[in-house]
């Protein structure tokens, strides 16, 4: 009877120590089979090439294991934002998208934002400059774009037209560009203009003609709509000033004449060299390359009225998430849902456009386990060397400003401003029909501004 208790007890403790053996092991394995999971997402742009994304993509594949595979789509820009809003409301869109900054008030109740377990306000800040905070924080901390560059206006100067003319250097100020501009034009003796010194005036014949306009008003001071007070009610001092620098270089009674709407496209007068300077974006630079390889340029930062508070203008695409998609369910993969597409379209874009510091934290959705895993790559800093466009995120822009091509868009970005537009299409419409009005004298600059105020209102109801 002894020898019974003696063998059963020691039956018990060889199972007990079995079971606790077998606990840690369980345990410390990957996940169960209902546990995994994995996605496929797609993405839509227009000024990218698949290329642009191989060498990041396939290092995503071995720091995200719930993500199968990311398919790059692009799309013509005349085209683009139709086919993604058709796309959308028929539930087929992509799962990532790029949105132009000023979209963003269209499109913020189709867009997911981030779930906090993956980003938070503290770390986006850190991350990126200050006019990607401002556009794409929700009034509640909510995370709704992230962006792999930004751009913001310089000016593009012809060193040989400023060289005949003895000009040594770009101007730093409105007044500078004015005297300079003055000194670069040429008209002829019926009036023509045979050389212009800056593609200012008009409207339609600009490239970003509502843009500078912009810049204008915002480098003057001017309270502009912002998500809490959404009506246009202008400084009519500061309007009247910002409409009346402006149409002075298209007045043919203005000494400052050097532009009207016969003139060739601003970026086309630049390439073939009858343009001193214009005001435009980083992505112009390749513009101008290709059609004139031998062209003397250069690219200094936008003039400002004050250098104590300087401000830019910024006109850029940032990467969002896609609120609603039907999910296409592949045969022999455990269903996903909304929620988890979600979740991993917004862990690729933090891989994507976060400093990484050599690694990555994989997290996944249904049992929020993290694994951390080595990243060989930093995947903005990767974009940004082969595209050679202008940051998003504050220490590759650190790096940039000592750059000879991209300094000028660098130190913009960092001092950029926009504001509200809650339907961006139409806002710029209603600038380019005051400035016409005024060109045209159907209007006085009062009669404009009180124009543009009904206007605006209407819009932003």
């Known amino acids: 009877m002894i020898k019974n208790k003696k063998k059963y007890k020691i039956k018990i403790v060889a199972l007990l120590l079995a079971i606790f053996m077998i606990v840690p092991v369980v345990s410390g394995c990957a996940e169960t089979k209902s546990q995994?999971?994995?996605?496929?997402?797609?993405?839509?742009?227009?000024?990218?090439?698949?290329?642009?994304?191989?060498?990041?993509?396939?290092?995503?594949?071995?720091?995200?294991?719930?993500?199968?595979?990311?398919?790059?789509?692009?799309?013509?820009?005349?085209?683009?934002?139709?086919?993604?809003?058709?796309?959308?409301?028929?539930?087929?869109?992509?799962?990532?998208?790029?949105?132009?900054?000023?979209?963003?008030?269209?499109?913020?109740?189709?867009?997911?934002?981030?779930?906090?377990?993956?980003?938070?306000?503290?770390?986006?800040?850190?991350?990126?400059?200050?006019?990607?905070?401002?556009?794409?924080?929700?009034?509640?901390?909510?995370?709704?774009?992230?962006?792999?560059?930004?751009?913001?206006?310089?000016?593009y100067y012809n060193k040989d037209l400023f060289n005949a003319a003895g000009i040594t250097s770009a101007p730093t100020t409105w007044s500078e560009l004015l005297d300079d501009s003055k000194k670069l034009t040429r008209i002829d003796e019926v009036g023509e203009i045979k050389q212009s010194g800056i593609a200012m005036g008009t409207i339609e014949n600009i490239n970003r003609s509502t843009d500078i306009v912009d810049l204008l008003m915002l480098q003057n001071g001017a309270q502009m709509p912002s998500r809490d007070i959404i009506g246009f009610k202008p400084d009519y001092s500061i309007a009247k000033n910002v409409l009346g620098f402006y149409t002075q270089f298209s007045k043919f009674s203005s000494p400052a004449y050097t532009w009207n709407k016969r003139m060739n496209?601003?970026?086309?007068?630049?390439?073939?060299?009858?343009?001193?300077?214009?005001?435009?974006?980083?992505?112009?630079?390749?513009?101008?390359?290709?059609?004139?390889?031998?062209?003397?340029?250069?690219?200094?930062?936008?003039?400002?009225?004050?250098?104590?508070?300087?401000?830019?203008?910024?006109?850029?695409?940032?990467?969002?998430?896609?609120?609603?998609?039907?999910?296409?369910?592949?045969?022999?993969?455990?269903?996903?849902?909304?929620?988890?597409?979600?979740?991993?379209?917004?862990?690729?874009?933090?891989?994507?456009?976060?400093?990484?510091?050599?690694?990555?934290?994989?997290i996944n959705y249904k049992t929020k386990n993290k694994k951390e895993y080595v990243s060989k790559i930093d995947p903005a800093s990767l974009y940004i060397e082969k595209t050679k466009r202008p940051a998003a995120r504050r220490d590759l822009i650190e790096k940039q400003k000592t750059d000879p091509t991209l300094s000028p868009f660098a130190y913009g970005n960092l001092i950029a401003k926009t504001w509200y537009k809650k339907n961006s299409n139409s806002v710029e419409g209603v600038w380019a029909e005051a400035i016409e009005s005024i060109n045209k004298g159907d209007f006085t600059t009062d009669q404009a501004l009180r124009s543009v105020e009904l206007r605006m209102a209407q819009i932003n109801k």
Request: glycine fraction near 4%; charge should be negative; charged fraction near 25%.
């Open 36 to 155: 995994k999971y994995l996605v496929d997402l797609e993405v839509w742009g227009s000024f990218d090439d698949n290329n642009d994304f191989s060498e990041i993509l396939a290092e995503l594949r071995a720091v995200n294991p719930f993500i199968e595979k990311v398919v790059y789509k692009k799309i013509p820009i005349d085209s683009y934002e139709s086919e993604l809003i058709d796309a959308m409301a028929a539930g087929n869109g992509p799962d990532i998208f790029l949105v132009n900054n000023a979209w963003m008030p269209r499109f913020e109740d189709k867009v997911a934002p981030a779930p906090n377990d993956i980003i938070i306000e503290k770390d986006f800040r850190a991350n990126f400059i200050d006019i990607v905070a401002n556009e794409f924080i929700g009034k509640n901390g909510e995370i709704y774009g992230a962006p792999l560059s930004v751009d913001s206006l310089a000016l």
């Open 265 to 362: 496209y601003s970026i086309d007068a630049f390439y073939k060299g009858d343009l001193a300077m214009m005001m435009n974006y980083s992505w112009h630079m390749d513009t101008i390359k290709s059609k004139n390889s031998k062209l003397d340029f250069s690219i200094a930062p936008i003039p400002q009225i004050s250098s104590d508070k300087p401000v830019n203008f910024a006109n850029y695409w940032s990467f969002v998430v896609n609120k609603n998609k039907q999910i296409k369910q592949k045969e022999g993969r455990t269903p996903i849902n909304n929620e988890i597409r979600i979740h991993e379209a917004w862990q690729f874009l933090k891989f994507l456009t976060f400093k990484n510091d050599g690694k990555f934290t994989a």
